[in-house]
Nanobody, 128 residues
């Protein structure tokens, strides 16, 4: 069955970096758009970044709050999506989730309602 497993979270100081991974299985990775979302305590889940399918040239989209600090990428051979996070801030503290949707063509979206399958999340804490 379809599986998404996030990893790479942890505790990091402000200004530091982390790379999150979303390992996938059980579906045709090439035709799926993949998004990263986060949810801080007491807040709604928000879109961070997404990457479209290989058919759509793997175009990317970023929330304004993370532009220039976060990079999403996908490794089709490993069926894994990465989220490289640099210059981390305390406000980046949240549980980070990856999610997927079968979207052969078209740009990906940062709305959580567009995604059907979700991982269990990985905690990112930015604190000194």
């Amino acid at each position: 069955q379809l599986q998404l497993v996030e990893s790479g979270g942890g505790l990091v100081q402000p200004g530091g970096s982390l790379r999150l991974s979303c390992a996938t299985s059980g579906f045709n990775f090439y035709t799926y758009a993949i998004g990263w979302f986060r949810q801080a305590p007491g807040k709604e889940r928000e879109g961070v970044s997404c990457i479209s399918s290989t058919s759509s040239s793997e175009t990317t989209n970023y929330a304004d709050s993370v532009k220039g600090r976060i990079t999403i990428s996908r490794d089709n051979a490993k069926k894994t999506v990465y989220l490289q996070m640099d210059s981390l801030k305390p406000e980046d503290t949240a549980v980070y989730y990856c999610a997927v949707v079968n979207l052969v063509f078209g740009p990906c979206a940062l709305s959580r309602n567009n995604y059907l399958y979700w991982g269990q999340g990985t905690q990112v804490t930015v604190s000194s």
